[in-house]
């Protein structure tokens, strides 16, 4: 999973990961690209057993806190799954200008497509006990804020602040730890 030197140690445990697009690029500004993503998370949640506790997607990259039996494995598929939706949803949009740079700035040691999407590693960290988790989530719903596209988290499509304030997002999180 990737040349980072955050690894996944406790499989088990809760993580705060970030997944970024390859050199930055803003793959997720057209709901078509969230959705994907969207749609992945809550397979995983229904089907795999990922327990979600936040999440966040900006346009080049995504924030979760996630649990599940065997994270590792599990984070590896959900990228490789992901990529191959979202490649796909590019080629039939014929987003040239993304694709080429998918496959400029595709890793030479990558030889098993023509495209990269997602950068290597998660850069995953253990979450040690409830106050690392608040403030992961915090982290992870005022990023929006911090950039300026929002002035409140919950104002934030694409993130589970609108859950932890008390209202429905578009996919659900576990907040039985609360």
């Not at 397979?43 to 990922?50: A, I, T, V």
């Not at 590896?76 to 992901?82: D, E, G, I, L, V």
Request: hydrophobic content about 35%; proline content about 3%; overall charge positive.
């Amino acid at each position: 999973m990737g040349r980072s030197r955050y690894t996944i140690r406790e499989e088990q445990a809760p993580h705060f990961l970030t997944c970024t697009v390859l050199n930055w690029m803003p793959l997720f500004t057209r709901p078509q690209t969230v959705d994907i993503i969207l749609n992945a998370l809550s397979y995983r949640q229904e089907h795999r057993g990922w327990k979600l506790y936040g999440y966040v997607i900006l346009e080049n990259h995504l924030h979760l806190i996630v649990q599940a039996d065997s994270l590792r494995t599990e984070v590896a598929h959900f990228k490789s799954y992901t990529a191959r939706q979202l490649i796909d949803h590019l080629q039939s949009c014929r987003a040239e200008r993304l694709l080429k740079q998918m496959a400029f700035f595709r890793k030479a040691h990558k030889q098993d497509g023509d495209y990269q999407c997602w950068e290597e590693g998660s850069h995953p960290q253990l979450i040690q006990n409830e106050q690392m988790l608040r403030q992961k989530l915090d982290y992870i719903h005022f990023n929006p804020v911090k950039r300026g596209y929002v002035d409140e988290p919950e104002h934030w499509r694409y993130s589970s602040a609108k859950d932890y304030a008390g209202r429905s997002g578009l996919i659900s999180v576990y907040k039985e730890w609360l």
